[in-house]
């Protein structure tokens, strides 16, 4: 984005999206189904607390700009909105996360309200949180697809939203669910035993997966054609799992050099829970035996003292290891805009190609 000003237009239109997307997800009418009050605001608690929702963005940005009508592909949005949040509240339980957007996860909220309206002791309460949350993730997805469901009423086709359905359930849940899976092992593997490849797959299946789903959704629902039949969507799809790639990159990078108060964690966790990325990859293949030796030290080590931590990250700026992953995530970026060709230009179209530039350039 060329300018503060521009900057500041596209992310307008980004907070005009998630209102819209809000306004559908937080209904009554389209809310879900549950009874237990404690349940019920566990599913509900992320919804509340709303991030970006770059994912619904992309999604109507994609609509228009093959030509549709955003109105028609809103459930769509809200769906994919819903898919993202149930991956979010497991994947905050296999981290054991205390946080999420500044406020409790959906694991420890509901361990809250275990013991303070069921009067359980620690332990139990605390078991009863991640089953809440599990539960709550559950409900999350059957959320999703009731929105899809939902895409009917407004006009979408039914071969279309059948087509939708099936390509969630088929391809997109199961690639999510191995980029998780992936994450998980990689985490109990030395990083240098790993390859770049094996990173960038884990992180176009764990993000770049849902990415691209919702790009080709919209334009699926913009031009009433199924995927299969649809140039378009076929390259929304590459648009956008190229920018789920170049996302996860630009997390790696801030979680090193990022600004700690927009971040919500504190710079430097990502070494001291070594985790698996392409910068830390590329700053052991690069170092010495003491650089190694240091790098490894403070990697997955939780204990590991501030000054060997600011010692490390000033290392993966020495090793050129920021440079390295900046610039992959550049290719990334720019391979991804090369697909947008396949539409024709209009204002729609630039607001993709402006998405795809903040998913690398925010500092957040």
Request: with cysteine; charged share 25%; aromatic share 4%.
């Amino acid at each position: 984005m060329p300018s503060p000003l521009l900057r500041e237009a596209f992310l307008n239109e980004v907070a005009l999206r998630a209102e819209r997307t809000g306004q559908w997800l937080l209904a009554e009418e389209h809310g879900p189904v549950v009874s237990l009050s404690r349940l019920r605001e566990t599913t509900r608690a992320y919804v509340a607390r709303p991030g970006k929702r770059l994912r619904p963005a992309v999604l109507l940005f994609a609509c228009a700009a093959v030509g549709g009508d955003e109105e028609q592909a809103l459930p769509a949005a809200a769906a994919v909105e819903l898919f993202h949040t149930w991956s979010l509240v497991h994947d905050d339980i296999i981290d054991n996360d205390d946080l999420r957007r500044g406020q409790p996860t959906a694991h420890r909220l509901a361990s809250t309200l275990a013991a303070e309206q069921l009067g359980l002791a620690p332990a139990a309460a605390a078991h009863y949180g991640q089953s809440a949350a599990i539960l709550a993730g559950d409900i999350q997805l059957a959320w999703a697809m009731r929105m899809l469901v939902r895409c009917r009423g407004q006009g979408v086709s039914a071969d279309v939203v059948l087509d939708l359905m099936a390509r969630l359930t088929d391809q997109l849940a199961p690639q999510l669910i191995d980029g998780e899976m992936l994450d998980v092992e990689f985490s109990h593997r030395p990083p240098d035993e790993l390859s770049e490849k094996e990173i960038l797959n884990m992180q176009e299946l764990k993000t770049g997966a849902l990415l691209g789903y919702a790009a080709s959704t919209g334009a699926c629902i913009g031009t009433d054609h199924v995927y299969d039949n649809c140039s378009a969507a076929q390259a929304l799809n590459a648009f956008g799992r190229a920018c789920g790639i170049a996302f996860q990159l630009q997390d790696d990078i801030l979680g090193i050099v990022g600004d700690e108060r927009q971040l919500g964690k504190p710079i430097g966790s990502d070494l001291r829970e070594g985790k698996a990325t392409v910068l830390i990859l590329h700053a052991l293949r690069h170092a010495n035996g003491r650089e190694g030796d240091l790098l490894r030290h403070v990697l997955g080590n939780p204990e590991a003292p501030t000054d060997e931590i600011a010692k490390a990250t000033q290392l993966l700026t020495d090793l050129g290891s920021l440079e390295h992953t900046r610039v992959l995530a550049r290719q990334y970026i720019a391979g991804a805009q090369a697909h947008l060709a396949e539409l024709p230009p209009s204002p729609s179209r630039d607001l993709l190609e402006a998405w795809g530039e903040f998913l690398f350039d925010r500092s957040f």
